[in-house]
């Protein structure tokens, strides 16, 4: 709960919102215990008295009464019967959106058309109705306000629901034998209830606004009883001569309105679990760049050169260094791996290459990446805007949901040719096609109308490639692709990549967990802890004799085939929250080699520039890798 409010706070406006819908619900409530005159006492010689009159701090109206005293009392009324109308509506809408979402088939079609029927109407002209059919009165016109609000209410949750009744865990759920009550009640209502309250604080100050118009017309609240509309209606005969009758009540329903928006809005926004972080603003085109350090020169004149990158996320006062000074270079036609475990800087290296770290709360704070001589580190958008596809190309890891659902997988490519270079439509479409054959998708002048849902993982992690490949990049960076794969495919994706290596001279950048894969296909691989590189160099000498106790473990994590009662090894530990890096090395906590001065200072990355570099104080030998 504390952490809701303090999202809250980040939004000022909401805030305001908060703490002035505050002093009015806590005035509504003080209103009985204040010594106020009685608001339905008349006394018509005390007529129209302007506000600040003696005895009469908002002064009086067409009747003589306190109007202070009405605004109060009307105030505490009008806020009991919106909120009223907003629980009822909620409660009613939510549960027939439920009921809809959740069974479907002709339940959903017979309760979904019904609400469609009744959102065919203005709200106001079916108030109306109501109220008519039923009579005039207060009690009538919350039912009425709430019966035309259930339809929003119902539509929304139905959505809501119709999205979670097919999630694996409410099948989980039917297969251990619980019935759909509960069901509905343990695993979709949990899931819906954010959902209801954010739609709750939004709609009641327009509940509150309905149920005012109303007794404006004389529907809702009757004499002598008042209430903010009442009052309103009443004074409109007066609103020339003496308009304090109608200010008064106007301003009370303007606060309250605006106060429950701007408080919805900030509700909305806590209550959104990706919005938890803090990032309440839109990310910027590129990552945030704050390097207070002179930025390093090239370390080598490689296609791409990266010197001393550093990344962090600054999620309120907390700082997560996620690339902790990364050095890695790749040539032309070489294929560079990066391997190491979930949340070791992997992805987030990669990322920040071309600037799409999201901003707030990505911000690179120090280094260097070169592309052909230009730093690509805080360049102007536009840069990146022209190197992102056309030079520096880039392979998601789920190609579900890095391909459009809506568009066809040829108007995608299509639209990848022609973002770069422009070219008639039937031009870019042949182009399309040849890219499918070229990774080796059958059919492709059929498949090339085919919706991404209609075809295989392999097959859409083939067209994710074939984008990639659209405009000829010299560098594709491959975040993990082969990692939802079967095994089968795998191995077509991974022989697919190699041979456009060789053809095209393409350099790749392959994110993966699987040394099984850097064995296949990279030139060199980098191993990645803790936002750092700790090992370096050609495939073959690091897979064969690795030097840092990380790699070593990592590989023995590694299951082999044939190997009889061999035991299945795992690290020991968890690797170390990036906010809060110990001093030394990393690795130490986990490290079966670990000596007092691993702890002690900062360990450099050192080795021969050509050959296998460590960040490692007490190296693996091939000694002491047969006794761990």
């Known amino acids: 709960m504390s952490g ?34 009685d608001p339905d006492v008349t006394n018509t010689a005390n007529r129209f008295k302007p506000p600040l009159s003696e005895g009469a701090l908002l002064g009086t109206d067409h009747l003589g009464r306190d109007l202070l005293s009405r605004l109060m009392w009307g105030t505490r009324l009008s806020l009991a019967v919106g909120f009223a109308a907003a629980v009822i509506a909620a409660t009613l809408g939510a549960a027939i959106g439920i009921i809809a979402g959740f069974y479907g088939g002709r339940t959903d079609n017979v309760i979904m058309r019904g609400v469609d029927m009744l959102m065919a109407f203005p709200y106001i002209l079916l108030a109306l109705a109501i109220v008519a059919a039923l009579g005039p009165g207060l009690m009538n016109a919350l039912i009425a306000v709430a019966a035309v609000n259930i339809p929003f209410f119902a ?17 989980a759920a039917r297969l251990s034998g619980m019935t759909d009550a509960r069901i509905i009640a343990t695993e979709v209502l949990p899931n819906v209830v954010p959902v209801i309250v954010i739609a709750m604080s939004t709609t009641v100050g327009w509940m ?21 509309g009442s009052m309103l209606g009443e004074a409109r005969s007066a609103l020339i001569t003496n308009p304090h009758t109608s200010v008064v009540p106007g301003v009370m329903i303007l606060i309250i309105v605006m106060a429950i928006n701007l408080l919805g809005d900030g509700v909305r926004d806590a209550l959104d679990p990706r919005l938890k972080s803090g990032a309440l603003s839109r990310p910027m085109p590129t990552t945030l760049v704050d390097r207070s350090a002179p930025v390093p020169k090239p370390s080598d004149d490689g296609l791409l050169s990266i010197t001393a990158l550093e990344t962090q996320f600054r999620v309120k006062d907390r700082v997560y260094r996620a690339v902790g000074g990364v050095d890695l270079h790749v040539e032309p036609g070489e294929c560079l791996g990066i391997i190491g475990e979930s949340g070791s800087g992997k992805s987030v290296t990669a990322l920040s290459i071309m600037g799409l770290v999201a901003s707030p709360p990505g911000v690179i704070t ?22 992102r596809g056309r030079h520096v190309a880039y392979i998601f890891q789920d190609p579900l949901a890095t391909l459009h659902p809506l568009y066809t997988v040829g108007d995608q490519l299509i639209e990848a040719v022609r973002a770069h270079h422009p070219t008639p439509r039937a031009e870019a479409r042949v182009r399309a096609i040849s890219l499918l054959k070229s990774v080796r998708i059958p059919n492709a002048e059929q498949r090339i109308d085919s919706y991404p849902h209609e075809m295989s993982g392999g097959m859409r992690q083939r067209v994710g490639i074939a984008m990639a490949l659209a405009n000829d990049p010299d560098i594709i960076i491959a975040d993990e ?39 296949q296909l990279c030139d060199r691989v980098a191993v990645m802890y803790a936002g750092r590189i700790v090992e370096g160099g050609p495939t073959d000498t690091i897979l064969n004799a690795p030097a840092h106790p990380y790699t070593s473990r990592l590989m023995a994590c590694v299951p082999e085939l044939g190997q009889g009662r061999r035991v299945l090894a ?19 906590d986990r490290c079966h080699k670990v000596q007092p001065a ?31």
């Open 4 to 37: 809701f409010f303090r999202l809250l706070a980040r939004n000022r406006l909401a805030l305001a919102g908060l703490i002035v819908m505050g002093l009015v619900v806590l005035l509504a409530l003080l209103t009985p215990l204040l010594p106020l005159a």
């Open 155 to 171: 539509r929304n949750i139905r959505g809501i629901t119709v999205g979670i009744a097919h999630k694996e865990f409410v099948d």
């Open 208 to 228: 509150i606004l309905e149920t005012a118009g109303l007794s404006f017309l004389g529907l809702g609240s009757q004499p002598p009883q008042a209430d903010l």
């Open 366 to 387: 120090g280094g260097a990446a070169y592309y052909r001589g230009d730093d690509l580190i805080g360049a102007p958008y536009e840069v990146l805007r022209s190197l």
């Open 481 to 519: 692709p082969t990692t939802a794969l079967d095994v089968t495919v795998q191995a077509q994706i991974l022989s697919l990549l190699n041979d456009l290596r060789r053809e095209r001279g393409l350099a790749i950048i392959f994110i993966t967990h699987d040394f099984g894969v850097v064995a």
């Open 570 to 588: 795992a690290i020991p530990g968890l690797p170390p929250a990036v906010d809060n890096l110990p001093t030394g090395c990393a690795f130490a």
């Open 598 to 628: 691993c702890r002690t200072a900062d360990i450099p990355l050192s080795g021969p520039s050509d050959g296998n570099r460590v960040r490692c104080i007490f190296p693996m030998t091939a000694s002491s890798e047969a006794s761990a």
